[in-house]
């Protein structure tokens, strides 16, 4: 297979797996903190939540920029067309980002209630924003972007913030809630005790069944819309880019991958797998492998839509015909080799040190020691 083939798939297949640890890591922080006024009846049992994850969600931010920087240095194009685009969902997801530091490190510095019920209710709607702009991202991709090129290839955005939230991405976007919320309660089950745990419990079994139920809708929705098909691209030895190929529509095009190649309905199926092992770990009251199941259920879901999608990544509802793909999307060949050589470098630093962190800070947060830790959340 030739070099820059292989690096163009290799980079889709890194992008899925930093959306993965995305959705996963930065998910759970995002899930403690939507359940934070569900689980926590008091100040206490508040703090108790924060505390659980407070050695660990500045870190999990690492996966946000690494997804950031994978498209920005490994498909500019999409980075350019849907940062310059969606520049009004790109500043919610900025500012809810700037908020929830802010609510971590301010929170406790002063005792007053109005104060603190005012920084929960700001954790609250940070944790739970990002998560529903993440998946209705994803449904709006499957939808189709509406946005075109001129000759020159400069992008041109004609679609509106409201259009982005449409029936299909509000599903979207509360099934990613719910894997989110599930994460979060599976780190509170294992790391608050008490009350606090078993408030979280209910709470991932309900996120879980909503899951599922979402899961199976959204995938009923999507072989029933109209998919992409990539007629024709540009020759082999011509420019590489979305002015020189043809795409067509047709009504359940994105199951093609899934009919063309029938072992990928094992991904969808780690999906189920993964929420129905979830769901039963929590019954179960086993933390761990509820936390680790959750996991599987989002390389799942995540999968499933990245695999309908392949090989488009951006495709245009405005003009088919300049989607954005695998092949007319990526950087140079040089740069995906100095990309390449770095991810085998610091992203196994990255899975050692987040690692090594939740072992060194396991075990259940000690409500009382919070009270006389200044430095505490």
Not at 34 to 41: I, K, Y
Not at 52 to 59: K, L, M, R, V
Request: glycine share 10%; hydrophobic share 55%; aromatic share 12%.
């Amino acid at each position: 297979m030739d070099l820059y083939l292989a690096l163009k798939v290799l980079w889709w297949l890194l992008l899925g797996v930093l959306l993965m640890g995305l959705a996963i890591m930065v998910g759970m922080d995002m899930g403690v903190g939507t359940l934070l006024r569900f689980v926590g009846r008091s100040d206490t049992e508040r703090r108790v939540c924060l505390n659980a994850i407070g050695p660990h969600w500045d870190g999990n931010q690492v996966w946000f920029i690494l997804g950031g920087g994978a498209i920005f240095a490994a498909f500019p194009l999409i980075y350019a067309t849907a940062f310059s685009g969606l520049y009004i969902v790109m500043l919610l997801l900025l500012w809810t980002m700037i908020v929830r530091p802010l609510g971590f490190e301010y929170r406790s510095k002063i005792a007053s209630p109005a104060w603190r019920n005012a920084w929960d209710w700001a954790l609250l709607v940070s944790g739970a924003v990002p998560m529903i702009v993440y998946g209705a991202g994803m449904g709006n991709m499957l939808l189709g972007v509406p946005f075109h090129f001129s000759w020159d290839m400069r992008s041109y955005y004609t679609g509106s913030f409201l259009a982005l939230l449409n029936p299909f991405a509000v599903l979207c976007g509360l099934l990613s809630l719910t894997l989110s919320v599930h994460m979060g309660a599976a780190m509170l089950m294992g790391r608050a005790g008490g009350a606090v745990a078993r408030r979280a419990r209910a709470a991932s079994s309900g996120a879980l069944v909503l899951a599922l139920l979402l899961f199976t809708a959204g995938g009923v929705w999507v072989s029933m819309m109209h998919g992409y098909v990539l007629d024709a691209g540009p020759a082999p030895a011509a420019a590489q880019n979305p002015l020189q190929q043809t795409v067509s529509l047709h009504a359940g095009a994105w199951l093609g991958n899934f009919r063309a190649h029938a072992q990928l309905w094992l991904v969808p199926l780690l999906g189920y797998a993964g929420m129905l092992l979830a769901l039963a770990s929590v019954r179960a009251r086993r933390p761990t492998l509820a936390w680790w199941s959750g996991a599987l259920a989002w390389i799942g879901v995540i999968g499933t839509a990245g695999v309908a999608l392949f090989p488009f990544m951006m495709p245009s509802s405005l003009d088919p015909s300049q989607s954005l793909t695998v092949w007319n999307s990526v950087s140079s060949l040089t740069t995906l080799l100095w990309m390449t050589g770095f991810t085998l470098v610091f992203v196994p630093l990255i899975l050692w040190y987040t690692s090594w962190a939740f072992w060194v800070m396991r075990g259940e947060v000690d409500a009382q020691a919070l009270e006389s830790d200044d430095h505490a959340y």
